[in-house]
């Protein structure tokens, strides 16, 4: 008889430096590979589109290469921590491991899970992969969470080094008769009536394979004008390593030390910094996606917000070159420029005056890389409501942004060409009134802290 060990896959669809799967070949029983799509649990955000388009293909290479390698990968829908124990006992597993998320929702639901799983006597246990710090490892002298970047990436780096990346399983036992699984198909994630996805499969290869390529390739050939040029959008300098993160098709600790190794240091580790810090915050302030971190903002009077503004923006439509740029570039591919990122969402905020929380929302549904952490982390970061943010009274303007960083107009030719023809498109707010209605708008929070 085997007690085979289940590995549940959530945001680490590889298999490579993979903990969970570590010990679970490590127990020298079949494994069997599960992922649960969990729109049900409570707390847990539903997934946007964009996402749910890389999650389809991501979980397809995965099961692949699960295969592959002798094992299988078996996919349920529901309520997660009734679906992995079901699975456990239907299975007569002897293990469950997975790799440990920190999101609250997500974690009210592995510490049931883990209790009712040691409770009917089976091994089960959890892992650091998906970040380099774990939140609770990284404290002020006084032990409160950082609330400033610097001095919490410079606490990080003073601690141990992340640990070397595991290799991956050239084999991985499966079970003789693979229990049920749900066909991908029948979760329908990706877009049927109307398909918007073109531009997102001419941009994206999603799975393991394609995110060790896209490394290698970063590390060898484009990381050499990575500080010089990461904030020109049309430089394609930066490494397009997000989604990757997201979905965990690489992890952390992966990218930390080829990096290292190839040389490639500094600025770049201290953008992974960023990520790190975006976890650290959502750890401690797990509502960070739809309250202000910093209470004050609660007494901004966001007016009720114009539709036609909010669908000029979503659109690309507002007479603003590169915010329409942006905008279109994140509607094709599922991805922005990070600098256009904080240029869109400056206008949405300040320009529109319309709360950064619908901004959040719109931008969760289409990036790719929409993550629990750093998508409202920077949101709040732009509005100047989050931790260590751009005070709100310092205003992007959209034409000066455009002007220092795309002075060729090079990235507005490519997503926004009306932009650069004889007749483009009419602005539809006046800059510098909407800029002193923004100001205004500001005092109530200065009255308020
Ligand atoms: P690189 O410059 O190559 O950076 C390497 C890695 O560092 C990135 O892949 C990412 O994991 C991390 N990183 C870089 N900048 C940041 C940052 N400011 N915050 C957190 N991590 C960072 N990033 C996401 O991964 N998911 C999001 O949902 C997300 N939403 C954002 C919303 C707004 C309004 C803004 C201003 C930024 C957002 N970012 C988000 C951060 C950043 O824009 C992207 O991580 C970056 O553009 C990804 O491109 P890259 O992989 O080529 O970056």
Same mark, same amino acid.
């Given at each position: 008889?085997?007690?085979?060990?289940?590995?549940?896959?959530?945001?680490?669809?590889?298999?490579?430096?993979?903990?969970?799967?570590?010990?679970?070949?490590?127990?020298?029983?079949?494994?069997?590979?599960?992922?649960?799509?969990?729109?049900?649990?409570?707390?847990?955000?539903?997934?946007?589109?964009?996402?749910?388009?890389?999650?389809?293909?991501?979980?397809?290479?995965?099961?692949?290469?699960?295969? *592959?390698?002798?094992?299988?990968?078996?996919?349920?829908?529901?309520?997660? *921590?009734?679906?992995?124990?079901?699975?456990?006992?239907?299975?007569?597993?002897?293990?469950?491991?997975?790799?440990? &998320?920190?999101?609250?929702?997500?974690?009210?639901?592995?510490?049931?899970?883990?209790?009712?799983?040691?409770?009917?006597?089976?091994?089960?246990?959890?892992?650091?992969?998906?970040?380099?710090?774990?939140?609770?490892?990284?404290?002020?002298?006084?032990?409160?969470?950082?609330?400033?970047? @610097?001095?919490?990436? &410079?606490?990080?780096?003073?601690?141990?080094?992340?640990?070397?990346?595991?290799?991956?399983?050239?084999?991985?036992?499966?079970?003789?008769?693979?229990?049920?699984?749900?066909?991908?198909?029948?979760?329908?994630?990706?877009?049927?009536?109307?398909?918007?996805?073109?531009?997102?499969?001419?941009?994206?290869?999603?799975?393991?394979?394609?995110?060790?390529?896209?490394l290698h390739?970063?590390l060898?050939?484009?990381?050499?004008?990575?500080?010089?040029?990461?904030? @020109?959008?049309?430089?394609? /300098?930066?490494?397009?390593?997000?989604?990757?993160?997201?979905?965990?098709?690489?992890?952390?600790?992966t990218i930390w030390h080829e990096s290292v190794q190839a040389?490639?240091?500094?600025?770049?580790?201290?953008?992974?910094?960023?990520?790190?810090?975006?976890?650290?915050?959502?750890?401690?302030?797990?509502?960070?996606?739809?309250?202000?971190?910093? &209470?004050? #903002?609660?007494?901004?009077?966001?007016?009720?917000?114009?539709?036609?503004?909010?669908?000029?923006?979503?659109?690309?439509?507002?007479?603003?070159?590169?915010?329409?740029?942006?905008?279109? *570039?994140?509607?094709?591919?599922?991805?922005?420029?990070?600098?256009?990122?904080?240029?869109?969402?400056?206008?949405?905020?300040?320009?529109?005056?319309?709360?950064?929380?619908?901004?959040?929302?719109?931008?969760?549904?289409?990036?790719?890389?929409?993550?629990?952490?750093?998508?409202?982390?920077?949101?709040?970061?732009?509005?100047?409501?989050?931790?260590?943010?751009?005070?709100?009274?310092?205003?992007?303007?959209?034409?000066?942004?455009?002007?220092? #960083?795309?002075?060729?107009? &090079?990235?507005?030719?490519?997503?926004?060409?009306?932009?650069?023809?004889?007749?483009?498109?009419?602005?539809?707010?006046?800059?510098?009134?909407?800029?002193?209605?923004?100001?205004? /708008?500001? *005092?109530?929070?200065?009255?308020?802290?």
């Amino acid at each position: 008889m085997t007690s085979p060990s289940i590995v549940w896959f959530r945001d680490d669809l590889r298999l490579a430096d993979h903990p969970a799967l570590r010990a679970a070949l490590d127990r020298d029983e079949p494994v069997i590979g599960l992922y649960v799509l969990d729109d049900e649990s409570p707390g847990i955000r539903p997934l946007g589109g964009a996402a749910r388009w890389w999650l389809h293909h991501s979980l397809t290479s995965l099961a692949e290469r699960l295969r *592959e390698r002798g094992s299988t990968l078996v996919l349920r829908r529901g309520p997660a *921590e009734k679906v992995v124990a079901e699975l456990a006992r239907d299975a007569g597993a002897g293990a469950v491991f997975w790799n440990r &998320r920190y999101g609250q929702p997500e974690r009210d639901i592995d510490a049931a899970l883990k209790t009712a799983l040691r409770d009917d006597g089976l091994t089960a246990q959890s892992f650091a992969a998906s970040v380099l710090f774990e939140p609770w490892t990284v404290a002020t002298g006084s032990g409160t969470p950082y609330s400033v970047y @610097t001095p919490f990436w &410079r606490a990080c780096l003073a601690l141990p080094t992340p640990r070397e990346p595991l290799p991956e399983p050239l084999s991985i036992p499966g079970v003789s008769k693979a229990p049920p699984s749900d066909d991908l198909e029948s979760w329908e994630l990706l877009p049927q009536h109307p398909d918007w996805a073109a531009g997102l499969r001419e941009m994206w290869e999603p799975g393991e394979p394609a995110a060790r390529r896209r490394l290698h390739e970063f590390l060898t050939e484009d990381s050499s004008s990575y500080e010089a040029a990461r904030n @020109t959008p049309s430089a394609g /300098a930066t490494s397009l390593l997000s989604p990757r993160l997201r979905w965990g098709e690489l992890s952390p600790h992966t990218i930390w030390h080829e990096s290292v190794q190839a040389g490639v240091g500094g600025m770049f580790l201290s953008e992974l910094g960023w990520r790190e810090f975006a976890w650290h915050t959502l750890f401690h302030f797990p509502d960070l996606a739809t309250k202000n971190l910093r &209470r004050d #903002f609660d007494a901004f009077p966001w007016p009720t917000p114009d539709p036609e503004h909010l669908s000029a923006w979503q659109q690309g439509r507002t007479g603003f070159a590169i915010v329409d740029a942006g905008m279109r *570039e994140l509607w094709q591919t599922g991805y922005m420029h990070n600098r256009v990122r904080m240029v869109t969402a400056s206008f949405l905020i300040k320009n529109l005056l319309i709360d950064w929380r619908i901004g959040e929302e719109w931008f969760w549904d289409t990036l790719v890389d929409a993550d629990g952490a750093s998508n409202s982390f920077n949101w709040q970061w732009v509005a100047g409501s989050g931790a260590d943010a751009a005070p709100y009274f310092r205003i992007f303007n959209p034409e000066l942004q455009a002007k220092k #960083f795309d002075p060729a107009s &090079r990235y507005i030719a490519e997503w926004a060409p009306d932009h650069v023809s004889d007749s483009p498109p009419p602005q539809i707010v006046d800059l510098g009134e909407t800029r002193k209605a923004a100001l205004q /708008a500001y *005092e109530a929070v200065k009255g308020a802290s």
